[in-house]
């Protein structure tokens, strides 16, 4: 269903009869280099069920034993969002029978978290500082992926069958709930893509998680309920689950809030439900009816003993802390001299953390913002995908910034190096060999088609010869064109200059 077929309330409209109630559940994979009770890997790009071993299969008699890493990670996030770690956390067992839990049940925290009662600061787009308060961050194991067979979209809808791949089950999950976020009116798209995108910057800052949403080790589950204006109670809520970029948690909650708004005006009811974002049109449909925890039959796991932490191993990890984002975000505009609304559109863009990187590679700040915002920038807006999510690390644009400077390859040439690393055809100098992509140095070869390039262009020769100096770009431009593009510039224009002199 597209989202011209669903009956939609004027954006306008909803704002005036209803105000939007959100929370916001964040799910943060750990790096660690095993999973949450057991010794397998966790590497990401393995056979399909060949990291697995009989606590993640939930073979019988096999018994979790806690990661010490997965811990110490999930009290970073806590401490970097405010949060108060618990002296005593416990695990329980969170019953529900789906094919992606072989254990039919899934290890996890419910009224006794590692960490809780935080917040978080988010800066909007034109400079609005709004707090998010956390409810909780809890340890949990991640489930198996579920690939579906024979539908259109990928979906459960329309497959004819379903393969199931445990190389994730198993995996350390950090569940970051927040608070109802209430008040938020017209902004409320803005500040949940805000609040997710701070949170992303937060993780990856953390070191404790690569937080690409784009390969699921950072998923999105948003919540929101409308309530008519001047109501206490809160109204019926939805969850759009596993929402997979930034643009995509604006899109769902706006699209949330139009689609409930309309059911209620016309009288009907809104289902408490879970609901899957669909990409191509950002509309979202019906999944299952959501549980209540109740209907998980939640209870202390009899195999775990609870988590204790003392005062001063949260001490120790508090000193791990890095230097935190916001923090990063004023000692970086103060060295670059950049102003307040130059580093929000960095930041908005998703770009800062790469020139950053790039800069750390070697490159020039200025020169490592110049690619990012501009021609990466485009790339990935041509492609439909977040800057982060391309094909090109910052060493990789750094090198290419070097072979610039170092007068190997002209701006052009450099773009198409770049497109060959996106093109997964290899590394920069791989590209540029493979390509033959590198300046002309051969002195010969260039002054041969500076000769032939005046020669053909007595006109312009004239002209110059009479005082307009400016008239030799299409000399430059022919030389160009018969060097491929490979020729030095500054080369050819000092050869121009000479022969006609």
């Known amino acids: 269903m597209t989202a011209a077929m669903y009956d939609l309330m004027d954006y306008d409209e909803v704002l005036e009869k209803f105000e939007p109630v959100m929370g916001m559940e964040v799910h943060v994979e750990l790096n660690t280099n095993t999973k949450m009770f057991s010794t397998s ?25 806690v990661n010490h890493d997965g811990v110490e ?45 935080g917040y978080l600061d988010v800066v909007l787009e034109d400079g609005t500082e709004w707090r998010v308060e956390i409810e909780r961050a ?27 791949d445990c190389n994730r089950a198993g995996i350390p999950l950090i569940e970051i709930v927040t608070k109802p976020i ?39 589950d948003s919540n929101l309920s409308l309530r008519p204006i001047g109501q206490e109670e809160f109204g019926t809520r939805t969850e759009t689950k596993n929402i997979n970029s930034l643009r995509s948690v604006e899109q769902a909650v706006r699209f949330e809030m139009q689609r409930q708004a309309q059911v209620l005006e ?16 950002g509309t979202t449909s019906k ?17 775990l003993p609870p988590v204790k932490v003392s005062r001063e191993w949260v001490e120790e990890v508090r000193k791990t802390l890095p230097e935190m984002p916001w923090i990063r975000r004023a000692r970086i505009q103060e060295e670059w001299g950049l102003k307040d609304e130059e580093m929000r559109d960095l930041v908005n863009a998703g770009a800062l953390d790469l020139i950053i990187a790039t800069t750390e590679s070697g490159a020039k700040p200025d020169e490592a913002r110049s690619w990012w915002v501009s021609y990466l920038s485009g790339k990935a807006n041509e492609a439909g995908m977040e800057l982060a999510a391309l094909d090109i690390t910052p060493a990789q644009v750094a090198r290419v910034i070097a072979l610039v400077n170092e007068g190997k390859l002209t701006n052009k040439l450099a773009r198409q190096a770049v497109d060959g690393v996106l093109a997964g055809e290899g590394d920069v100098d791989e590209v540029v060999a493979a ?53 030095d510039p500054a080369q050819v224009n000092q050869l121009i200059a000479k022969k006609l002199a």
Do not use: W
């Open 182 to 220: 209430i008040g938020a009116g017209e902004r409320a798209p803005e500040v949940a893509k805000a609040y997710v995108g701070a949170l992303r910057e937060l993780v990856a800052a953390l070191g404790v998680s690569d937080a690409r949403m784009d390969q699921g080790s950072m998923r999105v």
């Open 73 to 117: 990670g999930a009290m970073k996030i806590g401490l970097a969002l405010n949060c108060k770690i618990a002296e005593s956390s416990r695990f329980a067992r969170k019953n529900y029978f789906y094919p992606d839990q072989p254990k039919n049940y899934q290890i996890s925290q419910y009224d006794e978290p590692i960490a809780y009662d």
């Open 287 to 303: 999944g299952r009816p959501k549980e209540t925890a109740e209907d998980y039959r939640y209870f202390n796991d009899p195999d």
């Open 138 to 164: 809890h340890m949990e194991e991640d489930t198996s992926k579920l690939t579906h067979i024979g539908g259109a979209d990928g979906r459960i809808s329309g497959a004819t069958s379903s393969l199931v």
């Open 266 to 281: 016309d009288g009907g009811t809104i289902d408490q439900e879970t609901r899957h974002y669909q990409e191509v049109d």
């Open 41 to 65: 890997a966790t590497n990401f790009n393995a056979a399909p069920n060949s990291n697995v071993d009989p606590v993640c299969l939930g073979l019988p008699g096999a018994l979790p034993v």
């Open 435 to 487: 390509r033959g992509l590198e300046v002309v140095r051969d002195d010969g070869a260039i002054e041969a088609a500076v000769d032939e390039a005046l020669a053909a262009n007595p006109d312009i020769v004239e002209k110059y010869k009479a005082g307009n100096k400016k008239v030799t770009g299409a000399i430059v431009g022919a030389v160009m064109k018969a060097t491929r593009g490979k020729a």
